[in-house]
């Protein structure tokens, strides 16, 4: 998917920007239990056209100063992003920030699209000519808060995006990524995998601009790890804050297809693993968990119990990710991931029998009734499998409203008794037949 970024100095109105693109989106996806969205980073719609958003004022540099702050969210922006929105606050004209935002997007050859923001009645157009001056052609007028002029701003980005860019591997390649946390071990891990005499490796650049992709073939399977560059990078300043490294994971976990969520056994759980954890999840990519630097952790036979409880605790959501404690530095159990990643992805793209699985379901139900409400009994009348990358059933019912969450969430363990998909979410929809 295309990626939009936008940028300005603060008080431009970005995110009031952002979240009038992004829409209803953000709060649907905070329904997930355990997920707190960052506002930052979100799949958006325009007419017929799909894309990703970045909100770069998200991104703060705790510590560099004001200009120095602004200079590096357009850097970001550059990297990241194949279209880029140049948000300007109309009633206060071109202001000096303004112009070192224009300095450092001048160096790019990505289209940058001007926008005034807070031209918030025709009146105030003619305050938009100011802004000519700035170099960036012809300023769109918006107001985010009357959400005016936003469909002309996309419909001039979206001429700008890149005719569907396809994926450049083949069907039978495994695609997958390691994500986490900074200095948890992710480029370590990624080294101890394969930097074995068995594997050939060659980079390959990705979709954004600063995205290495290593293909390696292991037991005659391709596989790709996408985006070794964001693991290893820490060159830029605002390579090493947060923001940055979960904006990051996300656009690598996109081009997954299999994630390994790598955890700091030594450290323990942090809210920000469970963050990423979350993501993985709600992109309905399959997942491994997966506990580094576990030689470093003083235990006992109990240790690993508890730990495991602990994430289990902690990633609900992620009950069906099987969790690996090894160690990238030592090597120990890292030999079981390969394996690991080849059933998480055969189970990602697994199809069942419409038969059995209608069997599965009738089984379920004369075993446990289907809900009531108000009298009301759901029925069920049969199942099939629509989609894999996840695997996704469409369960023909009397009245989707009467499948409870709690009855869905039956249905799912009892399919999963019977066909395993360990490793990857499946999802279930009711439909009323009709
Ligand atoms: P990344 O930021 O997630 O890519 O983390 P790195 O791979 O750069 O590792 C961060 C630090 O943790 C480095 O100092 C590594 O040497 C160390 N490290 C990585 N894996 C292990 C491990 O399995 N055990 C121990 N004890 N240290 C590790």
Same mark, same amino acid.
């Given at each position: ?8 100095? $603060? ?19 905070? %329904? ?19 894309? /990703? ?11 560099? $100063? ?18 880029? !929105?140049?948000?300007? /606050? ?6 000096? *920030? ?22 918030? /009645? $025709? %009146? ?54 390691? !994500? ?31 995205? !290495? ?13 996408? %985006? ?20 990051? *994971? ?12 790598? &955890? ?35 235990? %006992? ?16 959501? &992620? ?47 004369? #075993? /446990? ?17 629509? *989609?894999?990358?996840? $695997? ?9 409203? &009467? ?20 490793? #990857?979410?499946?999802? !279930? ?6």
């Amino acid at each position: 998917k295309p990626v939009v970024a936008i940028v300005g100095r $603060p008080n431009v109105g970005k995110s009031t920007i952002f979240n009038r693109i992004v829409g209803e989106r953000i709060s649907i996806v905070e %329904d997930i239990p355990g997920v707190t969205r960052d506002r930052i980073y979100s799949s958006a719609e325009w007419l017929t056209h799909e894309f /990703n958003i970045i909100d770069t004022g998200g991104i703060e540099i705790s510590d560099a $100063p004001f200009m120095e702050q602004i200079r590096h969210q357009a850097e970001i922006a550059i990297d990241e992003a194949d279209v880029i !929105i140049f948000l300007v /606050n109309g009633r206060e004209g071109v202001t000096s *920030a303004d112009e070192e935002v224009a300095k450092i997007l001048y160096k790019t050859k990505k289209p940058v699209v001007l926008a005034v923001n807070k031209i918030d /009645n $025709p %009146d105030m157009k003619e305050m938009i000519y100011d802004f000519y001056a700035l170099g960036f052609g012809e300023p769109y007028p918006i107001s985010g808060s009357h959400g005016l002029g936003l469909g002309d701003l996309l419909d001039e980005a979206a001429k700008f995006f890149p005719s569907d860019e396809g994926d450049q591997y083949g069907e039978n390649v495994i695609k997958f990524s390691l !994500i986490g946390r900074p200095n948890v071990g992710k480029s370590s891990l990624f080294n101890a995998l394969i930097g074995e005499d068995r594997v050939i490796v060659s980079d390959i650049e990705g979709t954004t601009r600063d995205a !290495i992709d290593s293909v390696f073939t292991f037991d005659e399977q391709e596989y790709v790890v996408i %985006d070794t560059a964001g693991m290893r990078k820490k060159g830029k300043v605002y390579e090493s804050t947060e923001k940055y490294s979960v904006l990051r *994971a996300l656009r690598a976990i996109e081009r997954s297809d299999v994630v390994l969520v790598v &955890l700091n056994g030594e450290e323990g759980i942090r809210e920000q693993d469970k963050r990423i954890a979350g993501y993985a999840h709600e992109s309905g990519r399959a997942v491994i968990i997966v506990v580094n630097k576990w030689d470093a952790v003083e235990k %006992d036979e109990k240790t690993m119990k508890l730990f495991e409880q602990n994430i289990r605790e902690h990633f609900q959501f &992620l009950s069906y990710a099987p969790v690996v404690f090894l160690s990238a530095k030592t090597k120990k159990r890292v030999h079981t991931l390969m394996p690991m990643i080849d059933m998480a992805s055969e189970n990602h793209s697994l199809r069942v029998q419409s038969s059995i699985l209608n069997e599965v379901i009738m089984d379920a139900i004369a #075993t /446990n009734p289907t809900p009531t409400d108000k009298g009301k009994r759901l029925r069920v009348y049969y199942a099939t499998q629509v *989609a894999v990358k996840p $695997p996704t059933f469409v369960v023909f019912v009397n009245e989707p409203e &009467l499948m409870h969450f709690s009855y869905q969430r039956f249905l799912e363990n009892r399919i999963r008794e019977a066909f395993g998909f360990e490793g #990857t979410p499946i999802r !279930i929809i009711s439909r009323s037949r009709n």
